[in-house]
């Protein structure tokens, strides 16, 4: 098998591995609220990373760039991602999980168009036909899921926070070393996490037993491992080839909802769906974006 081969399913795992964190959380959230379910994640997440680390610094990993330092870009960043993950569990609470996956797909979306009027400068054709086939897209989703529920909106900020963490992830990625700077976000998300689940759920904070296995499944094979499986794969596969397989998540969180939790997508659903991807493919064309999914290290020279 070659090199290049080998990274396509490598990043085939990778996306069907975060498909598979919607109906996992879902159905987590009815026996933990938001903050602890992010704490102990991502707490785990950065304990199975340890050892990553240790071997890359025998490795000789090369040290961050002189400039802004590595614990404050990682608590900028760490603050964009608790905002993600923080709003996409909690509209897990209220929507279902296939929809959600669709509505967050959207961040690929408004990345671009957040460059695009943060520099002043015209929108790409491509993202002025992405913005109507997306809305289209949420359109046929809502209309087959009935009215709007407070989960769908909170499912949209997710889309939005997870735009601004690519953002500000392009600015900062080239600073630093992969490894480092990942495993400072996870820190930075961790401790953010904890800050919260003390203040709002005090008495709450350890999880019953049954919540062991789906917690220690999202720290580490949907955290941890796809992030490195992620740096693995793009070593030998353009980011446009990464980027479209990466807007295939939607589409294995809706199979993951049926297997595990039995939520079913109807045609209308399916035909929203659709559009939802087809405006993410063509929104690679008004720029490349880093999937959000996880705090993707840099692989050769740009934030992956």
């Known amino acids: 098998m070659s090199p290049h081969t080998r990274g396509l399913l490598l990043l085939v795992l990778v996306t069907a591995l975060w498909g598979s964190t919607f109906a996992v959380v879902k159905e987590l959230g009815e026996e933990l609220?938001?903050?602890?379910?992010?704490?102990?994640?991502f707490l785990i997440a950065t304990l199975a990373l340890l050892p990553a680390l240790a071997l890359s610094r025998?490795?000789?990993?090369?040290?961050?760039?002189?400039?802004?330092?590595?614990?404050r870009d990682g608590l900028v960043l760490g603050a964009w991602l608790i905002a993600g993950y923080g709003t996409q569990t909690i509209a897990?609470?209220?929507?279902?999980?296939?929809?959600?996956?669709?509505?967050?797909?959207?961040?690929?979306?408004?990345?671009?168009?957040?460059?695009?009027?943060?520099?002043?400068r015209p929108l790409p054709l491509a993202l002025w036909l992405a913005l109507p086939l997306a809305v289209a897209g949420l359109a046929f989703l809502s209309w087959e899921g009935g009215?709007?529920?407070?989960?769908?909106?909170w499912a949209l900020a997710c889309a939005v926070t997870y735009a601004g963490f690519i953002v500000a992830l392009e600015g900062t990625a080239a600073r630093h070393e992969a490894l480092r700077f990942t495993l400072a976000q996870l820190v930075a998300v961790t401790l953010f996490a904890w800050i919260w689940a003390a203040l709002s759920t005090p008495g709450q904070l350890w999880p019953p037993a049954p919540a062991w296995g789906p917690l220690l499944?999202?720290?580490?094979?949907?955290?941890?491992?796809?992030?490195?499986?992620?740096?693995?794969?793009?070593?030998?596969?353009?980011?446009?080839?990464?980027?479209?397989?990466?807007?295939?998540?939607?589409?294995?969180?809706?199979?993951f909802s049926f297997l595990l939790i039995g939520e079913r997508i109807g045609l209308r659903g399916a035909l929203g769906g659709l559009l939802v991807v087809g405006a993410t493919l063509l929104s690679q064309r008004a720029g490349q974006a880093p999937h959000p999914e996880t705090p993707a290290p840099q692989v050769e020279g740009r934030p992956s």
Request: hydrophobic share 55%; glycine share 6%.
């Open 217 to 255: 499944y999202l720290g580490v094979a949907a955290t941890a491992v796809t992030t490195l499986l992620q740096t693995v794969g793009q070593r030998a596969v353009s980011a446009a080839e990464a980027s479209l397989i990466y807007t295939l998540e939607p589409v294995a969180a809706a199979v």
């Open 33 to 41: 609220p938001p903050p602890v379910l992010i704490a102990w994640r």
């Open 92 to 120: 897990l609470q209220t929507t279902g999980a296939n929809r959600a996956a669709f509505f967050t797909a959207l961040s690929v979306v408004l990345v671009p168009l957040w460059l695009a009027l943060a520099q002043r």
């Open 147 to 153: 009215a709007l529920v407070v989960g769908d909106a």
């Open 58 to 71: 025998a490795a000789g990993a090369r040290p961050s760039a002189p400039g802004r330092p590595l614990w």
